[in-house]
């Protein structure tokens, strides 16, 4: 008679079973396109604790146990100032789902308010980013992956649009500028948000939000009233019951893109205008 599968090993094959097309398939596809793995790397998967970064987590491992070229694995959690039950939680997850961890410590939320107390989101990202990468860095790893999906990609490029009056994607890996020979890979670039939800629920697991201190003072209260970021997801929900190939379509334009049709560009940090052929 076969053995009872534990739970966490029932986790592990529904993403390459009952979610092989919306998550596995979409992973292993970013990995390769991209080039994101390759012989030798080792790499410090980032987990916040949220679903996405514990998925990457799960999804990396399983390309570890069927690795086609050499890699190694650190599972690195940043405890930035989490409140004893969110750091907790984590710890449990990790545990339930069988991610060895290496937990450290930083300042980064009390830090990120003291710059700018208002809105330090952006600078929180910011810092947190500097110290995964260092200790990534410190630990012998020469690239960190974030757990970014499709939607972000796509959420990332409307939000350019609307809000910030420009086109720009987001790479699915980019060269550090601050840590020399350190690479950022994005391993769920092609997995859309709503399928790590269904996973997550398919699967009974609750991960930690947001845990700074500065969402939870402001949810739920008028300074919560507006997010550029949730109205562009909202807008993007109400746009696909009408066509539901608008994720995809958004996300096809970033890879391909007809620079002799646009006006200016800037590449390397220097602009350039259609003018410039335009008059040769």
Excluded at 41 to 54: H, P, R, T, Y
Excluded at 210 to 232: H, L, P
Aim: proline share 2%; net charge neutral.
């Amino acid at each position: 008679m076969a053995k009872e599968l534990e739970r966490y090993q029932k986790i592990e094959r529904s993403i390459i079973t009952t979610y092989r097309k919306e998550i596995w398939s979409p992973f292993v596809l970013a990995v390769k396109k991209y080039r994101l793995i390759e012989s030798g790397d080792k790499i410090a998967v980032c987990i916040s604790g949220g679903k996405d970064s514990m998925l990457l987590a799960k999804l990396m491992q399983e390309l570890h146990r069927h690795r086609e070229i050499p890699f190694e694995l650190v599972f690195l959690v940043m405890n930035p100032g989490y409140n004893e039950e969110n750091a907790n939680k984590i710890e449990e997850n990790a545990k339930l789902l069988h991610v060895p961890i290496t937990v450290f410590e930083s300042d980064v939320f009390a830090a990120a308010e003291t710059v700018n107390a208002q809105s330090p989101c952006y600078m929180c990202a910011r810092m947190r980013r500097g110290h995964l990468y260092a200790k990534a860095k410190e630990l012998g790893c020469n690239k960190i992956a974030l757990g970014h999906h499709k939607s972000d990609v796509i959420e990332t490029t409307v939000m350019g649009m609307l809000y910030g009056g420009q086109m720009q994607g987001m790479l699915p890996r980019i060269k550090s500028t601050n840590f020399a020979g350190m690479e950022l890979i994005r391993p769920m670039y092609c997995i859309l948000e709503e399928d790590v939800i269904r996973w997550k629920e398919y699967n009974g697991l609750d991960f930690i939000a947001c845990a700074c201190k500065f969402t939870q003072k402001t949810t739920g209260t008028d300074e919560d009233a507006f997010s550029a970021r949730r109205r562009v997801k909202e807008w993007i929900a109400q746009l696909k019951k009408e066509n539901e190939n608008v994720e995809n379509n958004i996300f096809q334009s970033i890879h391909n893109v007809q620079l002799d049709t646009l006006v200016e560009y800037k590449k390397d940090g220097e602009k350039h205008s259609f003018l410039d052929k335009f008059e040769e």
